[in-house]
């Protein structure tokens, strides 16, 4: 039970870190003028390079590793793990057809924790430190992909996961419009949170408690977090957000807001790291 004297803290990431320069330049923008404080860094990412800079540059700046096994590209080459990338090296682009090819098929469960691992190790390459985990489409909650991190905890130093729980009443409450979608993931990762939280624990393994920004669908708006934010109660939550300066502008002016900093100070709101906070 968390005392109501506690105080409210909220990590505010970006997730795609490396996707683009277009990204690292919102991420970085958001985060020096912004409330954002840590960003999870697609390693093979087109623009992964220049997102390391930055994040050397900005030594606050709280960087995890967002892994990627769908809609994205691979650390490892095509021959090696051909169950899972085409021959350019890309995952599919269906992520539900993934989901299911990575439980049911034979063999490409190896494939995935050798792809995991060899992000994992790139991420260490870069020498930044590891503030928390989590996955491209919350990926990371899926029960094979979920057990490569549990099980690899200790060596890889992973402290915190990312536990993708969005409640979808107050969501509701909160914002209107793409009802189905809403509904749909709320149902998908309300059932994948609820397997994963006892693991987590079990391992010792630290989480929010609540993670904000699923059901929003990158509308992670300036409105939003004015009607979210009031909402807080003390305890540790997590905003995530898809800042970026063409894609998603509407996040990164959300982040960069005068209208929510005021509120956040009003409150007493904590903004934290993962590495702060668990």
């Known amino acids: 039970m968390i005392s109501r004297h506690a105080p409210i803290r909220l990590i505010v990431n970006a997730d795609d870190f490396g996707i683009s320069d277009s990204a690292n330049r919102a991420i970085e923008r958001a985060h020096r ?9 697609m390693v093979a990412g087109e623009a992964a390079e220049a997102a ?7 030594p606050r700046l709280g960087v995890g590793l967002h892994s990627v096994l769908v809609c994205g590209r691979s650390v490892l080459p095509p021959t090696e793990i051909s169950g899972l990338v085409d021959e350019r090296g ?4 269906r992520p539900v057809v993934a989901g299911l090819r990575y439980f049911f098929a034979p063999g490409l ?13 790139r991420f260490r390459a870069t020498g930044l430190a590891l503030d928390h985990v989590n996955g491209h ?4 909650l899926h029960p094979g992909v979920f057990r490569v991190l549990l099980d690899h905890a200790n060596t890889l130093g992973i402290r915190s996961v990312r536990l993708t729980r969005d409640p979808l009443i107050q969501n509701l409450r909160l914002a209107s419009g793409e009802y189905l979608y809403r509904l749909s993931h709320a149902g998908v990762f309300g059932a994948l949170s609820r397997r994963c939280e006892p693991l987590l624990a079990r391992h010792g393994l630290r989480h929010a408690a609540c993670t904000y920004g699923l059901l929003q669908n990158s509308r ?35 982040l960069l807001s005068p209208r929510v900093r005021q509120v956040i ?12 906070c668990l």
């Open 33 to 41: 003028e912004g409330i954002l404080t840590s960003a999870s860094l």
């Open 52 to 58: 390391v800079r930055i994040a050397r540059a900005n």
């Open 90 to 93: 890309r995952f599919t682009d």
């Open 109 to 121: 469960q190896e494939q995935v924790r050798r792809e995991l691992l060899a992000q994992f190790e």
């Open 137 to 140: 489409l919350n990926f990371h």
């Open 220 to 254: 992670v708006t300036e409105d939003y977090l004015l009607r979210l934010l009031p909402e807080l109660q003390p305890g540790i939550w997590e905003l995530y957000c898809h800042a970026d300066e063409d894609a998603h502008r509407h996040e990164l002016e959300a």
């Open 265 to 276: 100070e009003s409150r007493g709101i904590q903004l934290c790291r993962y590495s702060d």
